[in-house]
Nanobody
Framework: QVQLVESGGGLVQVGDSLTLSCAAS?????MGWFRQAPEKEREFVGA??????????WYSDSLNGRFAISKDNTKNTMYLQMNSLKLEDTAIYYC?????????????????WGQGTQVTVST
């Protein structure tokens, strides 16, 4: 069983940066970030291999390099650094844990989910 707790969401302005955190308990193979905007489907943001100290990281192609995922295994915490935020980045951001090998990126590949944290970007 893996428990996940996100934090760091809030209200920011266009162009700002924001860092989200996800604290995990339990063992997992990969952890990822998803987001869901109002009236839209949940969208994959990116994920990171969890078990190795030097980990593969993979992202949604739509982000154009604005977001970066990192981790601190000593704290069992994953981070999402979001830069040059846009209005369309407004969403609830979820962290999730996967027990699948490879590079999972679909929601069904992640068995455990946090409660989500709201990110609102305004002008």
């Amino acid at each position: 069983q893996v428990q996940l707790v996100e934090s760091g969401g809030g209200l920011v302005q266009v162009g700002d940066s924001l860092t989200l955190s996800c604290a995990a308990s339990g063992r997992t193979l990969a952890m990822g970030w998803f987001r869901q905007a109002p009236e839209k489907e949940r969208e994959f943001v990116g994920a990171i291999e969890w078990s190795r100290s030097v980990s593969d990281i993979w992202y949604s192609d739509s982000l154009n390099g604005r977001f970066a995922i990192s981790k601190d295994n000593t704290k069992n915490t994953m981070y999402l650094q979001m830069n040059s935020l846009k209005l369309e980045d407004t969403a609830i951001y979820y962290c999730a844990a996967s027990m699948r090998l490879g590079t999972p990126r679909e929601s069904f590949e992640f068995a455990y989910w946090g409660q989500g944290t709201q990110v609102t970007v305004s002008t």
